[in-house]
Structures are given as structure tokens and as C-alpha cells.
């Protein structure tokens, strides 16, 4: 008993090498192990010492990209610390999406696993405080183009807490979600993605059909403004060209490579290109949903 405290310092100072010195260690699993059964002993409340051993060794763990060696064991210790406290469970979720892995898939997966397993045992208040960047973050996931991370992250709706609280707060999932439900709508190259997608739009639908459309169409508007903008920027960079090339030749001092790029330089093509106003998503209405179902049940 009397060496717990030493043992924990001892772990704490190889972790800290390995998170924050970049050295290589073989053991953090196994170390990992030992720590699970002392955190599975803490009494509560939980000390400050404690705490911000969550906050400053565990949680940075997550960004190691060796993380999948070692991630089954983290998840047990971290989620042992929400078993002992869910008021842990909004900062730690916070942490995760500043650590959220923007260039490796097999990363941002094994993410969405432990963010699932967190859920599991936040309260809906909880969920509520921490709803918007978590949802944009599951929203990006949604529409990568890797089609694993899309599927594990539209999988997140087979869970009953997740879908319980879309079912309560569907006023404020939807928003989020829409867009990256219409870019894989109309976009997505994987047939089970298109497939998964639809289920959550259905899903959408049959739980309030009028707020669906009201979705719908305030991203329709947001798009013609995006558009808007961007003919106002583009007429806004002619003017400065023309001015420029009026300019250019009475510009003795000016060097002639640049008044070759003043005068011949094409226009960005990105500028030239449009913003396109997007389809709306085509969907059945509920009462043709029904007559799919029934049609179903009759063959």
C-alpha cells in the first residue's frame, strides 16, 4: 500500500517521456494493465491528483501514433475514471476532438470506438453541454472518403444513447448532420455508405418530417449566399485587374516580367469557376415509406 503512490510516480514519469519527449517504449500496454487495477482501487470523491493524472498522461496518450498498440488497455483506464466520476466525461471528450487524427483513418477509428464507449455513460445533460463540436466532428467523419471511418461513425446510430438523443434533441443533430448527409448523398463513391446514409436520413424523417425541410432548405440558402459572395469577390479582383492593366504600361520602373503577368496572366480558375446551387436531396415522404413497408410485408 505504501508504495502506490511511488509506483504511480514512477509509470507518470515514463509516460511523460514517451508523450512529450518522443522516446520510444515497448511496454506502455503492460504498464497500462498495472495501472488499470489501481485505478479500479481509488476511492471517491477522486483526489486533484488523480484528476489530472486523467488529464495530463492518459488523455495525451491518445495522439502517439503507436496508439493502436496499446488503445484496449487506455480505453479501460479511461473509461474506469468516467465509471468513478461521468463529470469527467465532457473534458475528456473535448480533449479527444483537439487530439481528433485528421491524417489516419485506422486512428480516427479506433476514436469513434472509444468517443462510443464515453457516451455509454455520460447522462443526456452531459451530452447536451459537449453536443455541438461533437457532433462536427462525428459530421466530418461521416463524409470522409475513407469508407471505413464513414461507416464506423454512421454506426454510431445503432447505439441506443446516440440515437436516444437524436430522437430528444433532433432540433439540434439535424443541423450538423445535414450537410455532410447530403455530400454523401450525392457525392459518396461506397454503395454501404449511400446505403447507411439513407437509414439516417429515413430515420430523420420519420421522427419529424416538417424540421427536415426546414433543414433542407436553410442549407439551400446558405448555399446561394456562399454563391453570392463569391460573384462579388470576382467582380471586386476584375476591377483590379483592369485598373492594373491600365496602369502598367505608364509604369516606366516596373520590370517587364511583371508587366507580362499583369497583362497575360490568366484568371484563377477558381475564381472563374461557379458555386454551383445544390440539388436537394430527393426523399420519400413518409406516407410512401409506408407503402414500401407495407408492399414488403405482403411479398
Not at 476584375?238 to 516606366?252: F, G, H, M, V
Not at 406516407?287 to 405482403?298: N, P, R
Request: proline share 5%.
Amino acid at each position: 500500500m505504501s508504495m502506490r503512490s511511488f509506483i504511480r510516480r514512477a509509470i507518470n514519469h515514463i509516460f511523460f517521456k514517451v508523450i512529450y519527449r518522443d522516446v520510444r517504449h515497448n511496454g506502455i500496454a503492460e504498464l497500462l494493465e498495472i495501472l488499470g487495477s489501481i485505478i479500479n482501487g481509488f476511492a471517491l470523491p477522486l483526489k486533484t491528483e488523480h484528476k489530472q493524472f486523467l488529464r495530463n498522461v492518459l488523455v495525451p496518450l491518445h495522439k502517439l501514433p503507436t496508439l493502436a498498440s496499446f488503445h484496449q488497455q487506455l480505453t479501460i483506464c479511461v473509461t474506469q475514471f468516467i465509471e468513478k466520476d461521468s463529470s469527467l466525461s465532457g473534458p475528456v471528450v473535448l480533449t479527444f476532438l483537439h487530439f481528433w487524427p485528421r491524417t489516419s483513418s485506422s486512428k480516427e477509428v479506433i476514436f469513434l470506438n472509444e468517443i462510443e464507449e464515453i457516451l455509454e455513460l455520460c447522462t443526456t445533460e452531459q451530452i447536451l453541454k459537449i453536443h455541438e463540436p461533437l457532433f462536427r466532428a462525428i459530421a466530418k467523419s461521416v463524409q470522409s472518403q475513407h469508407f471505413q471511418v464513414a461507416e464506423r461513425a454512421l454506426f454510431l446510430w445503432n447505439n441506443d444513447i446516440i440515437a436516444g438523443f437524436t430522437h430528444d434533441y433532433r432540433d439540434k443533430v439535424l443541423p450538423l448532420l445535414y450537410p455532410a448527409l447530403h455530400e454523401n448523398n450525392k457525392h459518396h463513391w461506397n454503395a454501404a455508405v449511400h446505403s447507411l446514409t439513407f437509414n439516417i436520413v429515413k430515420m430523420f424523417l420519420e421522427l419529424d418530417q416538417v424540421l427536415f425541410k426546414s433543414v433542407c432548405e436553410d442549407f439551400q440558402n446558405a448555399f446561394s449566399e456562399v454563391a453570392k459572395l463569391k460573384e462579388a469577390r470576382f467582380y471586386k479582383w476584375e476591377k483590379i485587374r483592369e485598373l492594373a492593366r491600365a496602369n502598367a504600361p505608364s509604369q516606366p520602373d516596373l520590370e517587364e516580367h511583371i508587366k507580362l503577368q499583369i497583362l497575360e496572366r490568366p484568371f484563377p480558375a477558381e475564381l472563374l469557376k461557379k458555386v454551383e446551387t445544390p440539388v436537394q436531396m430527393e426523399y420519400p415522404t413518409i406516407e410512401e415509406h409506408l407503402e414500401q413497408d407495407t408492399k414488403g410485408s405482403m411479398e
